[in-house]
C-alpha cells in the first residue's frame, strides 16, 4: 500500500469520528494560539519601547539611584539605596557638568484629575525647566514651564493628548483651571501625540514643575535624573564625569547608563519576557500533544479487529504504522493552521490596547512545535498497532 492511499485511509477515519477528531485538535488550537499572541505582545511592547527609547535622541544619559548590573543575568538591581537623589543633587550635576548639558529630574507619581463632573487616574511626569530640552514634545498650544515656575512650585500643568481629550473634548484647555490631587492647577499647554516612552505613555501623562509634584505627591526624592549631553561624541566622557561628580554623596549605589546601554536592558528584559511567555504556552501544547496520543491509543483499541484483518489480507507492518502516524500528524497541523489563524487575529484584535507584533519567527515555530507533537505523539500508539498479532486481533472484540 502506497503513502496516498495511506493518507486517504487515515483522513477517512477521522472523518468517520468528526467531534473527537475536533476535541483532540482543539489542545493543539490553544497551544499555538496562545503562543502567537503572547509572543506578539511581547515582541509588540519590545519594540514599543525600544522606538520610544531611540526617539528621544542618541545623546542621552539616565542616572538611577541604587546598583544595577549589566551582561547575562543583569539588567535587574544589585542593591538598594540608602539614598535617593534629590533636586539638588541634580542642581549639583548641572554647575558640574557645565550650561552645554541639560541635566533634568524626573519624578513620577499617580494623581487624580477632576475637570467640573469630569474625573481620571493619570500619571505626573514631573521635572525641572530643561525637560522640554532633553525630553523634546511638540506643543499644539501653550508653551512649558519656566525656571521660575519651578523655582516658586507654580500650580501650572502640562497635559498629554489622551488626558486633553478626556477632560477637555473639542475645546482648547490652554487657560482653562483643573483640579490635581484637589488642588487648583492651570493648564500652560498642550501636546501633541507622542505614545510612549521611557517614563510611560506620554500621552496620558500630565507634566508639572517637580517642585509642585513634590508637594502633591508628599516626597522630596526624585525618581531618576536624566542628562543630554551636548553632542553624541561627549557621552562617554560625560559619564565618567557624573561618577566623580556623585560618587562622594552616593559611593557605589547609583547607576550611570547612556542611552545604547539602558536600551540593551529593555531588551534584555522584555526578550526574556517573550520567550517566557512564549514556553508558558508551549506547555499547553504539550497538553494538546498528550491528548492526540491519548485519543490515537484510543482509536487503537477500537480499530484492533480491523487492523488484524488488514494485516491478515497483507498489510505491512509499515502500512499500519504509517496510517496511524499520518492521523495524528494530520490532527496536529490542522490544529497549528488552526491556531495561527486564530492568533493573528486575535493580536490585531488587540492592538487597540496593547501594542503587538506577529512574527514570522514566532509563526513557523508554533508551526513547527504543533507537527512535532503530532509526530512524537503518534509514533507510540502507531507502533503499538502495527505490532499486533493478526490472529489475536481477529479475536478481539
Do not use: C
Not at 46 to 73: A, H, K, M, Y
Amino acid at each position: 500500500m502506497n503513502l496516498l492511499e495511506s493518507m486517504r485511509i487515515a483522513l477517512r477515519a477521522l472523518n468517520a469520528n468528526k467531534v473527537r477528531s475536533a476535541l483532540t485538535m482543539l489542545g493543539v488550537i490553544i497551544g499555538v494560539a496562545a503562543v502567537i499572541l503572547l509572543v506578539a505582545i511581547g515582541t509588540g511592547v519590545q519594540d514599543e519601547i525600544t522606538g520610544s527609547i531611540e526617539g528621544l535622541g542618541s545623546n542621552l544619559i539616565f542616572v538611577f539611584p541604587g546598583s544595577f548590573e549589566e551582561g547575562p543575568g543583569g539588567g535587574g538591581p544589585g542593591g538598594i539605596s540608602t539614598r535617593q537623589f534629590t533636586i539638588e543633587d541634580a542642581d549639583l550635576l548641572q554647575r558640574r557638568l557645565g550650561p552645554e548639558h541639560a541635566v533634568a529630574p524626573v519624578l513620577q507619581g499617580p494623581l487624580t484629575l477632576r475637570v467640573g463632573n469630569r474625573t481620571m487616574r493619570t500619571v505626573v511626569a514631573a521635572a525641572n525647566e530643561n525637560a522640554g530640552e532633553v525630553f523634546g514634545g511638540d506643543y499644539l498650544d501653550g508653551r512649558g514651564y519656566r525656571r521660575s515656575e519651578v523655582s516658586a512650585g507654580a500650580r501650572v500643568v502640562i497635559l498629554g493628548s489622551t488626558v486633553r481629550d478626556r477632560l477637555f473634548p473639542n475645546q482648547d484647555p490652554v487657560g482653562e483651571t483643573m483640579s490635581v490631587n484637589g488642588q487648583r492647577f492651570t493648564v500652560i499647554g498642550h501636546l501633541a501625540a507622542q505614545g510612549g516612552s521611557l517614563t510611560g505613555d506620554q500621552d496620558n501623562q500630565v507634566y508639572m514643575p517637580i517642585t509642585a509634584a513634590q508637594r502633591l505627591i508628599g516626597t522630596t526624592d526624585v525618581g531618576l535624573i536624566a542628562v543630554k549631553a551636548a553632542t553624541a561624541d561627549d557621552v562617554e566622557a560625560l559619564q565618567r564625569r557624573i561618577r566623580q561628580v556623585l560618587t562622594p554623596r552616593f559611593g557605589d549605589e547609583f547607576s550611570v547608563f547612556s542611552q545604547d546601554q539602558t536600551l540593551g536592558i529593555f531588551q534584555q528584559i522584555l526578550g526574556t519576557l517573550t520567550f517566557m511567555l512564549a514556553g508558558i504556552a508551549g506547555i499547553s501544547l504539550l497538553v494538546g500533544g498528550i491528548g492526540i496520543m491519548n485519543i490515537m491509543l484510543v482509536s487503537v483499541s477500537e480499530r484492533t479487529r480491523e487492523i488484524g484483518i488488514r494485516k491478515a489480507v497483507g498489510a505491512r507492518t509499515y502500512d499500519i504504522m504509517s496510517q496511524f502516524v499520518i492521523e495524528a500528524v494530520t490532527l496536529s497541523v490542522a490544529g497549528g493552521v488552526v491556531g495561527i489563524a486564530i492568533g493573528a487575529l486575535g493580536a490585531r484584535v488587540l492592538t487597540q490596547w496593547v501594542p503587538t507584533e506577529v512574527t514570522a519567527w514566532a509563526v513557523a515555530l508554533a508551526f513547527t512545535f504543533s507537527a512535532g507533537v503530532g509526530i512524537f505523539f503518534g509514533v507510540y500508539p502507531a507502533y503499538k498497532a502495527s505490532r499486533l498479532d493478526p490472529i489475536e486481533a481477529l479475536r478481539y472484540e
